[in-house]
């Protein structure tokens, strides 16, 4: 049985693939895009026509990302502060 978050985010992608002329020509932001959850969601939101801008600290993982849908997804590496 899949943990509870995995529903969600399962469900969230769903929902997603539903609403892709809402997110067509539309710009978003995913912070921390490179985390499981922020990678699915940057990826479906390129998929479903938006311009995501993926906020993430790790540089390699971010320009690794943007390789999927380059017309799609701009990286944008910002170190981590605290």
Same mark, same amino acid.
């Given at each position: 049985?899949?943990?509870?978050?995995?529903?969600? +985010?399962?469900?969230?992608?769903?929902?997603?693939?539903? !609403?892709?002329?809402?997110?067509?020509?539309?710009? +978003? &932001? +995913? +912070?921390? %895009?490179?985390? %499981?959850?922020?990678?699915?969601?940057?990826?479906? !939101?390129? $998929?479903?026509? %938006?311009? &995501? &801008?993926?906020?993430?600290?790790?540089?390699?993982?971010?320009?690794? !990302? %943007?390789? $999927?849908?380059?017309?799609?997804?701009?990286?944008?590496?910002?170190?981590?502060?605290?």
């Amino acid at each position: 049985m899949p943990a509870d978050t995995d529903i969600f +985010v399962w469900q969230g992608i769903r929902i997603l693939e539903h !609403l892709g002329r809402y997110y067509s020509c539309k710009t +978003v &932001v +995913v +912070v921390a %895009a490179c985390l %499981a959850l922020g990678q699915r969601l940057t990826l479906s !939101l390129a $998929q479903a026509g %938006a311009t &995501v &801008v993926a906020i993430d600290s790790d540089a390699c993982a971010l320009h690794s !990302l %943007a390789t $999927q849908n380059p017309e799609r997804i701009e990286p944008l590496a910002l170190p981590l502060t605290g």
